[in-house]
Every structure is written in C-alpha cells, then in structure tokens.
C-alpha cells in the first residue's frame, strides 16, 4: 500500500510540472517532453525512487503524455489546414522504426546512461534555440530516398532516448530543408504521434523493479504522473497562448533556450557522478 504522504507530495509536484509545461507549451511552442524528463526524473528522485530503471520510467510516462497532446494538436492543426501530410505519410514509417528501436536500446540501458544522452542532446536543442536562425537551410524541399531512409529512424530514435515527441528534431529538420515554420509544428505534432504509441506499446511490457518503482505505474508508465500532467496541460496551455499573443516570445524562447541548457548540464553532471 503506497504511503499516503508520498502519494500527496508526488501529486502537488506533479500539478506543478504539469502546470509549468502546459503553459511553456503554450507560450513557446516547445514539446512538453523536453521539461518534463527532467521534471520527472527530478521528482521521482525526490521521493526515493533511484533505481537503475529511473530514466526508463520518466522516458515512458513523458512519451505517454506525448500521445494524448500531439494527437489534440495535429487535429487541432489540421482543421486550420497546416498539416503536411505528404511529408508526414512518407517520414512516419520511418520515425515509427526508429521509435520501436529506441525502446530496445533505451531498456537495455542503465538510467545514468540515459541521463547523459539526455543531457549531451538537450545541450544541443538547447543551443539550436538560442542560436538557430529562422533563413538557415540545408535544401530546398524535404529530403527523400536514400537520405529520408537515414534521417526519418533518426528522428524517432533520438526522440524516444530523450522521452519527447516530434518538435524538438522535426521542426528544426523541416525548417532546415524550406518547410514554412508554421507547418513545420503542424506536421510535428504528427510526428509526436508516430513517435509516442509505438515507444509507449513497448514500454509497458517493460519489467521494472517494484522496490524502486512510484505507485501505480504499468510497465515503466506511471499512470498518476500521466493522469495529472495531461488535467493541468490541457488546463494551462491555453493560458501559455494568450501569454504569447500579449508578448513577443522570441526573447522568453532565448531565456527557456539558457534554462533548458542547464538542466541538461545539470543532468549530464549527474550522469557522470560529480
């Protein structure tokens, strides 16, 4: 029987996270996956479950949330007519493999190793968005053949180690190769999708420790942190979009760009013990 105190602690942290994210997501038009691995991780470490399946758990429940958000947002998306779906029926296949092979990969790993490839890649995005310039190109449509072949497992397999869904490799790929910006984050959120219920179908067959284990938590899907999380986005996005239309949100994405960094520093500190 989990202790009740623990389980009121967990929840008003929870409510927080997903509090924070919902409004980040809204505001800044960042996946909520790339805050809430480490929000995760942070809380579930808090409470007492440091287990060597510790990632694992956190990867599972933020892509969970994944499903439920991106499938919302490319609906949402879709009605107003911004969803690339030639590029998204050719990349899904893809992504999908890439997704199913990061599950394997990321299960067989150790939760330490898991935070340094979080952290080495959340460096990266993080640098993307305090840098990146809106005129880079790499090409002048989105790639096919032999190079959609490599790029498209690429993103699904980056995307499930790291526990979020299509935006954070997808808009900047499609960006790069003259994707118009507005779209990119439409078809992303598709990406989301074929990301997140592949990785989320093959995380709850995977056996975690019960010692080191949050309550009520299915294969390495902890159900609360996904019941809350998904009540306040749903809550406080909106909140986050009225924000962004009330202010320019160029220099709070250069703000969150320096935060996301330091966690993943902070992360990457951990996960080499100092």
């Avoid at 919902?22 to 960042?30: D, K, N, Q, R």
């Avoid at 180690?161 to 992303?188: D, E, K």
């Avoid at 999380?229 to 979009?241: K, Q, S």
Wanted: with cysteine; glycine share 12%; hydrophobic share 55%.
């Amino acid at each position: 029987m989990p202790d009740t105190m623990l389980l009121i602690q967990m929840l008003l942290l929870l409510l927080f996270i997903g509090g924070f994210a919902g409004v980040l997501a809204g505001l800044l038009g960042v996946g909520g996956g790339i805050v809430l691995v480490p929000a995760f991780f942070y809380t579930f470490q808090t409470l007492g479950y440091d287990g060597p399946q510790l990632m694992q758990i956190c990867l599972a429940t933020s892509l969970a949330t994944i499903i439920v958000t991106s499938v919302r947002s490319v609906l949402s998306h879709n009605k107003k007519g911004a969803v690339e779906w030639s590029i998204l029926r050719t990349w899904a296949p893809g992504i999908a493999a890439g997704a199913v092979l990061g599950v394997l990969v990321a299960a067989s790993l150790r939760s330490t190793t898991l935070q340094g490839i979080f952290g080495v890649l959340g460096v990266v995005i993080g640098a993307y968005l305090g840098f990146g310039r809106a005129h880079w190109r790499l090409g002048t449509e989105m790639p096919r053949g032999l190079t959609r072949a490599i790029l498209s497992p690429f993103v699904g397999f980056l995307s499930v180690l790291m526990g979020i869904g299509g935006g954070s490799f997808g808009v900047p790929l499609m960006s790069l190769y003259n994707v118009p910006i507005h779209r990119a984050v439409a078809t992303a959120a598709g990406f989301g999708v074929t990301i997140a219920v592949p990785s989320v179908i093959g995380f709850l067959f995977l056996e975690i420790d019960p010692v080191n284990r949050p309550p009520l938590t299915i294969g390495a899907v902890n159900l609360v942190a996904f019941g809350i999380v998904i009540a306040m986005t749903m809550i406080t996005a909106p909140w986050g979009v009225r924000l962004a239309h009330a202010m320019d949100p160029k220099p709070l994405k250069r703000v969150f760009a320096v935060f996301l960094t330091l966690v993943a520093l902070n992360m990457l500190r951990k996960a080499l013990g100092w």
